[in-house]
């Protein structure tokens, strides 16, 4: 398929099903709530497990392995240890079904949309068009986002688009949440590094070795391997640009609403904040108490579900990133210091309205002025903001907050990628995007999206990277499919070489600190300003360096 063989017809999700169908550029397609069988369609592929056998991709010539085990159940002994061997087995297992997901909260999941649940839950999807093992294509390992506390690699992602064009996709699933993060002193003194927490991290890292020992069965290159995620996922991604435990076993990054700069107040009340391992030991030990068990024995001995429901009830309760000094050796503040991060190819971007079209505050001129005055008074800047982002009513003062916000993102991720490019070593280009493009109508797939979420929202750009638009229910038009072709094959030409550009895309720039632009995606296609005048910037500048380091 090449990069406009796309459907260009104005057709909702069954709409385009059934001309694609007719088209005869679908295979059998799996919607997320279903895991029926199909046929198979390729020969066995031998991995160090087994044979597997997939199934027809949701495009033609693309075939999908889904549920293929890349470790052990994490269940019994094994719940709150590293990730351990997957089992062996005999004969062809037929990966014709999504593997179970790992345990999490399913409040507010339609109900013919909960997938399976189950502590063997570390499986992959592969997706690939790859015609055998000689292909060497490049990989994409895709991390889903949910606040470390629900989803899975299955979850609405379809990797067939980018399949198509050359990349073979992986989607693991990982702990998360009680299971993904607990610390506890217990845990700590048990394990061969002295450290606990970060479980679901271990689980990429061992993912990811798997993608290394078994993805050139499927076509796939393990020398480019793209490490890539959203929200949550970006974080991870993150985490491991920061650790030594994924060193050499990915070789490009993408992070989708996964940064800020380091110093980033915004950083201080994020889902994915470090936390020390000492902190972190006493709120696992404090939950125990309160869950009453009976030391790892008895925390180990409890119902998945049950923990889960409990614990994530508990407000008092933390799964964050830990400072363990094994997967997280210090702060990404003193990793950058110290240069050293990984030092690979990087392109990250965040999304219109993540911040600004459902902002925390009410709409109103008496809440917007103070939030200036709380947020820019203690640095004598309140006037200055009032000044560059003037409101005389309550709809005035909500656009301003609106334009701040999209405003403060930018500059935000920019000046991150400048201290990231300024540190890592500069072996590869850092790309930026800033996503425009209003995903229409609402998803009743996305339980992390939700119907509430309006404008671009955080997480609307990975419909169009990955471009699975036909895997859910939006109402999408002729544009939003051109728009979804456009962006997947700039992530086809990163996952290949490093650098999203090529033959017939817009020219997209590489970060340079001396001149102050990201790439607009989405509504159009071109380079934008980092803020919208120069004087922002320079206030926006001010004002993020003047912060005490939060990450």
């Known amino acids: 398929m090449s990069d406009t063989d796309l459907p260009s017809a104005a057709l909702n999700r069954r709409g385009f099903l059934g001309a694609a169908a007719a088209a005869g550029l679908l295979g059998t397609l799996s919607t997320p709530a279903q895991a029926a069988r199909s046929t198979a369609a390729a020969d066995p592929v031998t991995i160090e497990s087994g044979q597997v056998t997939g199934v027809q991709g949701g495009l033609k010539g693309v075939t999908v392995y889904k549920g293929v085990p890349y470790a052990a159940s994490t269940a019994g002994a094994n719940r709150w240890r590293p990730p351990q061997p997957a089992p062996s087995w005999d004969g062809v297992r037929a990966a014709d079904s999504f593997g179970p997901a790992c345990p999490q909260p399913v409040t507010g999941i339609p109900g013919d949309q909960v997938p399976e649940l189950s502590e063997d839950c570390l499986n992959l999807d592969i997706w690939t068009a790859a015609s055998g093992s000689a292909d060497s294509r490049p990989v994409l390992v895709w991390l889903y986002g949910g606040a470390q506390a629900l989803w899975s690699g299955q979850e609405i992602y379809n990797g067939s688009l980018l399949a198509a064009k050359g990349v073979v996709v992986v989607t693991p699933n990982h702990r998360v949440g009680p299971l993904g993060g607990l610390a506890h002193p217990g845990l700590t003194a048990e394990s061969a590094y002295g450290g606990s927490g970060n479980w679901g991290i271990l689980d990429v890292v061992a993912a990811l070795e798997w993608v290394r020992r078994n993805i050139g069965a499927f076509g796939g290159d393990p020398d480019r391997v793209t490490l890539a995620g959203?929200?949550?996922?970006?974080?991870?991604?993150?985490?491991?640009?920061?650790?030594?435990?994924?060193?050499?076993?990915?070789?490009?990054?993408?992070?989708?609403?996964?940064?800020?700069?380091?110093?980033?107040?915004?950083?201080?009340?994020?889902?994915?904040?470090?936390?020390?391992?000492?902190?972190?030991?006493?709120?696992?030990?404090?939950?125990?108490?309160?869950?009453?068990?009976?030391?790892?024995?008895?925390?180990?001995?409890?119902?998945?579900?049950?923990?889960?429901?409990?614990?994530?009830?508990?407000?008092?309760?933390?799964?964050?990133?830990?400072?363990?000094?094994?997967?997280?050796?210090?702060?990404?503040?003193?990793?950058?210091?110290?240069?050293?991060?990984?030092?690979?190819?990087?392109?990250?971007?965040?999304?219109?309205?993540?911040?600004?079209?459902?902002?925390?505050?009410?709409?109103?001129?008496?809440?917007?002025?103070?939030?200036?005055?709380?947020?820019?008074?203690?640095?004598?800047?309140?006037?200055?903001?009032?000044?560059?982002?003037?409101?005389?009513?309550?709809?005035?003062?909500?656009?301003?907050?609106?334009?701040?916000?999209?405003?403060?993102?930018?500059?935000?991720?920019?000046?991150?990628?400048?201290?990231?490019?300024?540190?890592?070593?500069?072996?590869?280009?850092?790309?930026?995007?800033?996503?425009?493009?209003?995903?229409?109508?609402?998803?009743?797939?996305?339980?992390?999206?939700?119907?509430?979420?309006?404008?671009?929202?955080?997480?609307?750009?990975?419909?169009?990277?990955?471009?699975?638009?036909?895997?859910?229910?939006?109402?999408?038009?002729?544009?939003?499919?051109?728009?979804?072709?456009?962006?997947?094959?700039?992530?086809?030409?990163?996952?290949?070489?490093?650098?999203?550009?090529?033959?017939?895309?817009?020219?997209?720039?590489?970060?340079?600190?001396?001149?102050?632009?990201?790439?607009?995606?989405?509504?159009?296609?071109?380079?934008?300003?980092?803020?919208?005048?120069?004087?922002?910037?320079?206030?926006?500048?001010?004002?993020?360096?003047?912060?005490?380091?939060?990450?």
């Open 230 to 551: 959203w929200g949550q996922g970006a974080s991870v991604v993150g985490i491991l640009l920061a650790s030594r435990r994924a060193r050499g076993l990915y070789h490009r990054a993408l992070l989708s609403s996964g940064v800020r700069y380091t110093r980033d107040p915004a950083l201080a009340r994020s889902p994915g904040r470090y936390r020390s391992l000492a902190d972190a030991e006493a709120d696992g030990t404090a939950l125990a108490a309160r869950l009453g068990a009976d030391g790892l024995a008895g925390l180990r001995a409890l119902d998945a579900d049950d923990l889960v429901a409990r614990a994530t009830a508990d407000t008092s309760a933390d799964f964050g990133h830990v400072l363990d000094g094994y997967v997280l050796p210090d702060t990404y503040t003193a990793v950058l210091a110290a240069r050293a991060e990984t030092d690979v190819p990087v392109l990250t971007g965040v999304c219109k309205d993540a911040r600004g079209a459902l902002p925390d505050l009410k709409p109103t001129l008496a809440a917007f002025t103070a939030f200036a005055d709380s947020e820019f008074g203690p640095l004598g800047l309140t006037d200055t903001f009032l000044d560059l982002y003037p409101a005389d009513s309550d709809t005035t003062a909500a656009q301003q907050f609106s334009a701040y916000a999209r405003d403060e993102e930018r500059v935000s991720a920019f000046l991150w990628a400048g201290q990231f490019e300024d540190t890592a070593g500069n072996s590869g280009p850092v790309h930026t995007y800033f996503w425009t493009r209003v995903p229409p109508g609402h998803d009743d797939t996305n339980p992390a999206v939700g119907t509430a979420a309006t404008g671009a929202f955080e997480g609307s750009d990975v419909y169009y990277l990955l471009g699975f638009l036909y895997n859910t229910d939006r109402p999408w038009t002729s544009q939003d499919y051109d728009i979804a072709d456009t962006t997947a094959s700039y992530v086809a030409r990163f996952a290949a070489t490093g650098d999203p550009n090529g033959t017939s895309l817009t020219t997209w720039p590489a970060l340079a600190t001396d001149t102050p632009q990201t790439m607009e995606l989405g509504a159009r296609f071109g380079t934008l300003p980092v803020a919208d005048t120069d004087a922002k910037l320079a206030f926006l500048t001010t004002y993020l360096e003047s912060q005490t380091e939060a990450f």
